[in-house]
Structure formats: structure tokens, C-alpha cells
């Protein structure tokens, strides 16, 4: 079964605005990816963090995680045009045993007007 | 240089026919994986090896064939393909998949069956 699910399933702002993506999961986990994907290409890594951090920056990027709630949410400020693309979230299970198993959510569209 | 490449792009090909997708990387990294993505762009696990051994075998038909001939490639064989298969296959690799590692994804390869 699905373990992470996006929240909105879609999201169009306008550029400057800032865009909040959201992730619930199911069980526990060893930490939690998101990951870019732009249309017709392969998905990029953006930022990891793990199941002891709550909130991690990489530039315009703000990722917090709950785990008593078992959600993530990633934050984009001053969002670009650019930004255009579908936005996954994917956990590693905790006692995953040696396979490290990365599981996707369904992502969330976000486009961003100019 | 493309960090992981995979052949071809795009593949259009009648039901009942055998197929096969080739996945290469030059990172160095010891796992690989393949996944499918669908039209509604959920992208589920099929197979996982780690320095050539197989360490993720999800559910997926044994039409499904994967090979690892050494840790830099990864392919994957098809055999009586069938219209559900149609689909967006990614190659990723990671440095230690059994760590839970972030993913480098292929630019992925579009099957389409007639």
C-alpha cells in the first residue's frame, strides 16, 4: 500500500507567492526525501531529512517534519516560474533491514503563473 | 556527462513482443534501481541490487526481468509485453541503497504498447 500522500494534489500560484506542499505517511520512518520532477524528465533529489530533525533549509526550500504526526510539509518561498513541476514526497521505512526501500507519494503539481 | 543514463527513450511496440531497457551509471554507486511510473505519475518500486545482487524484488510480474552485469549498469528485459505495461520506467542509482540514500534518477524511458 502507499505509504507517503501529497497534499494538495494540485496547487497554481502566482510567481512570488510562496507554495506549501504537504506529506502524510503511515508508519514509521528513517527519514524523508522530496524530490522534484519537471515534465517529461527523471525526478531530482531536493532535500533529505531525517526522523530526528523537525525543520531543514536549502536555499528558497524549508522542509519541517512531525513525526508524532507523521506528516512533512516542503515550503518554497518567493516561488519562480521555474518552480513549475510535480514535487514527491518518499520515506524510507524504519526497520527497513538492509534494502533501504525509498516509497513515493503521488506528488503534488505545482505551477507557477507569471 | 549524464550521470544516469538510460536507453532507449522512448519505445513503441506491439502487445505479445519482447523488450528490454538498458540503464547505466558513472557515479560509482553501488545500487541501482528500476522504477515504474504511471499516467497518473505514482511511481512504484520494481527491483533494487545492490553491487549486483538482487536486494528489492517487489511484486511484479516474472515477465519482468532484471540484469545487472556489474554495478555500473542495469537492465531490464520484458517479455510478452502487454497494454498494461505501457508506462514511464526510471533507472536511479543511490551510493548504499541499504542506507536509504537519496536517488539519481535516469531521464526515464517511455514504453508505450499497441
Known amino acids: 500500500s502507499q505509504q507517503g500522500e501529497e497534499d494538495p494534489q494540485a496547487l497554481s500560484i502566482q510567481e512570488g507567492e510562496n507554495a506549501t506542499m504537504n506529506c502524510s505517511y503511515k508508519t514509521s520512518i528513517n527519514n524523508l526525501q522530496w524530490y522534484r520532477q519537471n515534465s517529461g524528465r527523471g525526478l531530482v533529489h531536493l532535500i533529505l531529512?531525517?526522523?530526528?530533525?523537525r525543520e531543514k533549509h536549502s536555499g528558497r526550500l524549508r522542509v519541517t517534519l512531525d513525526t508524532s504526526k507523521k506528516s512533512s510539509s516542503l515550503l518554497i518561498t518567493a516561488s519562480r516560474a521555474a518552480d513549475t513541476a510535480s514535487y514527491f514526497c518518499?520515506?524510507?521505512?524504519?526497520?527497513?533491514?538492509?534494502?533501504?526501500?525509498?516509497?513515493f507519494g503521488q506528488g503534488t503539481t505545482l505551477q507557477v503563473k507569471p | 556527462d549524464t550521470a544516469v543514463s538510460q536507453t532507449p527513450k522512448y519505445l513503441v511496440t506491439q502487445m505479445g513482443n519482447d523488450k528490454s531497457i538498458k540503464c547505466e551509471q558513472n557515479?560509482?554507486?553501488?545500487?541501482m534501481y528500476w522504477y515504474k511510473q504511471d499516467s497518473k505519475k505514482f511511481l512504484k518500486i520494481m527491483f533494487s541490487y545492490n553491487n549486483k545482487e538482487l536486494i528489492i524484488n517487489e511484486t511484479v510480474p516474472n515477465r519482468f526481468s532484471p540484469k545487472s552485469p556489474d554495478k555500473a549498469h542495469l537492465n531490464l528485459h520484458i517479455n510478452s509485453l502487454e497494454l498494461g505495461d505501457s508506462a514511464v520506467y526510471f533507472c536511479?542509482?543511490?551510493?548504499?541503497?541499504?542506507?536509504?540514500?537519496?536517488?539519481?534518477f535516469g531521464e526515464g524511458s517511455r514504453l508505450t504498447v499497441l
Open positions: 536511479a542509482s543511490s551510493q548504499d541503497g541499504r542506507l536509504g540514500q537519496e536517488l539519481f
Open positions: 557515479l560509482g554507486h553501488d545500487t
Open positions: 531529512i531525517r526522523s530526528n530533525e
Open positions: 518518499a520515506t524510507v521505512l524504519h526497520g527497513s533491514g538492509n534494502t533501504g526501500k525509498l516509497i
